[in-house]
């Protein structure tokens, strides 16, 4: 089945790039996402990707996709306090409902 | 249109008891999808509707959960004879095929979420 890993914190100084890493193994992904979540609240798309692009560049955002190593980063470049948060991958492939499969989520420590 | 909203925000109930939450997605989205989201875990999937219509169930939605989403507008979450295990917090998503202004096409918005505590 659908299975998203990622790595549970990172901690970076202000004005640092964050890169959060991400692997998944379900070789139909068509849809690979970025949420943020900040405690006691719901989900924030933040970005996505189609499996068919390597790269994806919105504002401070890059993301990266190596599809044939099922693997998917979130570079956060001049990374602000109030990006602190938790960060979850996520895939979905284009066929019947699109069910998405998160990771674990990564806890993003901003140090002032 | 202000995104996907989820009420109450917060519920506390007592075992045993039944509680219902509602989500109304963003309009014109016929999709819609609840997930279940418990402590240092990434949400799981619940259930799923395209307009009316139930299509799918995870394994997770015990048959102590109903699901409904009449008329293909907002949708409800019902948690019969409540147990400490369903304490989470349980988030709704919509999307649309065709996309829209400022939406992509195939892309869930997630709502606030309600948090549950079942004491």
């Known amino acids: 089945g659908e299975d998203v890993e990622q790595s549970l914190f990172l901690s970076v100084r202000e004005g640092d790039s964050s890169v959060i890493n991400c692997t998944y193994t379900?070789?139909?992904?068509?849809?690979l996402y970025w949420y943020k979540q900040e405690p006691g609240a719901g989900l924030q798309l933040l970005t996505y990707?189609?499996?068919?692009?390597d790269m994806k560049q919105d504002q401070r955002l890059t993301v990266l996709l190596n599809k044939k190593d099922k693997h998917l980063s979130l570079r956060i470049a001049d990374t602000q306090t109030g990006d602190s948060a938790i960060y979850f991958c996520?895939?979905?492939?284009?066929?019947?409902?699109?069910?998405?499969?998160f990771g674990i989520g990564t806890k993003l420590q901003v140090i002032p | 249109d202000t995104g996907v909203s989820q009420n109450p925000r917060h519920k506390i109930t007592k075992r045993g008891q039944n509680v219902t939450f509602r989500c109304d997605p963003i309009?014109?989205?016929?999709?819609l999808y609840w997930y279940r989201q418990t402590l240092g875990q990434g949400p799981e999937f619940l259930t799923y509707?395209?307009?009316?219509?139930?299509?799918?169930k995870s394994r997770l939605l015990s048959d102590r959960f109903s699901a409904e989403r009449p008329k293909g507008s907002f949708s409800t979450l019902e948690i019969q004879r409540t147990e400490q295990g369903d304490s989470a917090m349980y988030l709704c998503?919509?999307?649309?095929?065709?996309?829209?202004?400022?939406?992509?096409?195939?892309?869930?918005?997630f709502g606030a979420g309600t948090r549950l505590s079942v004491l």
């Open positions: 309009s014109e989205h016929n999709r």
């Open positions: 509707f395209q307009n009316e219509a139930q299509l799918e």
């Open positions: 379900d070789s139909s992904s068509t849809y």
């Open positions: 990707i189609f499996s068919n692009m």
């Open positions: 996520a895939e979905s492939n284009s066929g019947g409902y699109q069910k998405v499969t």
């Open positions: 998503a919509s999307s649309t095929r065709t996309g829209g202004p400022g939406l992509a096409k195939n892309i869930q918005y």
